[in-house]
């Protein structure tokens, strides 16, 4: 398409330059002229990732999930009461104040969180891309709807032109039709 007619194009639907619009609305005006769908953005498909971000991943829905959460708390209260229950025969492994399993614990929490923070941080990401494309989608079709309301009036008022034109035409006839009458 010419320079020269999506500038008009941007011009008449955003009030802009073609060369003065971001990147994005270039990208809507470039749509809408090449009267193409909006297909998915390259980075909403889903990507592979690496080995590790899929571990993260793995780990941030396994770690954030009522089941890890239950088990857990069943494997905490099994070490609990096991050492408590070992107690009196002095074979405890980690006796009260379960200094060790405080130790498993935060060895647990320092390297799940982390995990869980590239997760997340890689899942912002891809809620980023969604929102620029939820905004390029948008913008396009509000676009639109306004080039349908422009075509819809130009025929308003083409047709308002046209019934103008006919009523004109059939006054012009009674007129000349009364005139005939009175000078018979």
């Not at 494997?75 to 070992?86: H, I, K, P, Q, S």
């Amino acid at each position: 398409m010419s320079a020269d007619k999506l500038d008009h194009l941007s011009r008449t639907l955003l009030g802009e330059a073609y060369a003065e619009l971001s990147a994005v609305k270039r990208s809507v005006i470039d749509l809408i002229a090449a009267e193409a769908p909006t297909g998915l953005a390259p980075g909403l498909a889903e990507k592979e990732g690496s080995y590790w971000e899929r571990l993260a991943d793995r780990v941030a829905a396994i770690g954030g999930s009522w089941g890890f959460i239950g088990g857990f708390s069943a494997v905490l209260a099994a070490w609990v009461l096991l050492n408590l229950a070992l107690m009196p025969f002095h074979k405890a492994f980690d006796p009260y104040p379960f200094i060790f399993l405080n130790l498993v614990l935060s060895t647990l929490a320092a390297i799940q969180a982390p995990i869980i923070m590239m997760s997340q941080n890689r899942q912002a990401t891809k809620d980023r891309e969604a929102a620029e494309h939820d905004y390029i989608v948008n913008l396009r079709a509000e676009l639109e709807i306004m080039r349908l309301h422009d075509k819809l009036d130009a025929l308003r008022m083409a047709e308002l032109s046209e019934m103008a034109r006919a009523n004109t035409a059939c006054l012009d006839e009674l007129r000349a039709e009364v005139k005939a009458l009175r000078g018979a």
